[in-house]
């Protein structure tokens, strides 16, 4: 078929399903195609995006109890969930370009919960970022706790520089987090669960506050965009978060930490063909070349595997 038209065998191979398949979701009003002079035809973009759907609906029902897992879904379909990064979402991108016989969708959730998303087969992959105060590794020992019946797997995405975010100009000259406490200004915060969270939650902690109540901490924001969204619209006066949202919107960003960003999956999805042609692509040259253009960004460890015990 030309263009963005598929035929319905060639929907069966796009999906990894018999034919007769594609004819039983059709009766069942759950694929969307058209009947032109007598045969089917479907939209490849509208195929992806039932495709899309059907996997959030996955993590949806898998949240609610439900029996559906990663085990239901196309064989050619990836599943990730997790922290947002901009350099994750530029990687899937360009892997369903490369890749158009597969498919990698995604779902935002705070790390805690794209771990347990993983260890319930409700997703292949997840990204994750979370800081362990006791040992000040990242996600090892996360993971570790949560997978204590069956090893996981840990590919390094890269490193990324989390700083404090701040308006143009950074007017009250704050130079780290003790300021943001000094001047009594309102920090944005995010969601308990996600990686920046845990991060603030731990620098706080070292600051010793006691009695004393932070502004904004009671916020659940679930991106570093809205973050930097409410520094840039005057609901607060600082945030922590990533350079990538801080530049887009014009504020002022104060280093603070390299954090390691890694991918985590279980031992049996880690083999699904997917996965794997998507972990050759974070092994690639091409992604350590993207990421000397990006700022806040490094690839010293990117592609590390490193792999998790229940006993570690």
Known sequence: MPGDMLTSREVAAYLGIHEKQVYRLLRQGRLPGTRITGRWVFSRRLVREWIEASSREVLRQGQRGGEVTIHSVEPHHLIFVGADDLLLQILQREF??????????????????????????????AGVHLLDPASGEYNRPQVA???DRGRAMLVTLAH?????????????????LGDVIRLRLRLASREPGSGVRVLQDHLLRELKLGKRRVAGTELALATHLEVATAIAE??????????????SLGLDFIPLIWERYDLVTTDEAFYHRPTQAFFEMVKSDWLRQLITTLPGYDARQTGLLTV?????
């Open 145 to 147: 706790a949560a997978f």
């Open 308 to 312: 998790v015990q229940p006993d570690d």
């Open 160 to 176: 990324r520089q989390i700083g404090l975010m701040v308006p143009h100009g950074n007017p009250r000259g704050v130079a780290g």
């Open 96 to 125: 369903n370009r490369r890749h158009p016989a597969l498919l990698v969708t995604s779902a935002a959730m705070n790390s805690v919960a794209g771990i347990a998303a993983v260890r319930e087969r409700r997703a292949h992959v």
């Open 234 to 247: 005057g609901r607060a006066d600082a945030g922590l978060g990533t350079l990538a949202p801080s530049r």
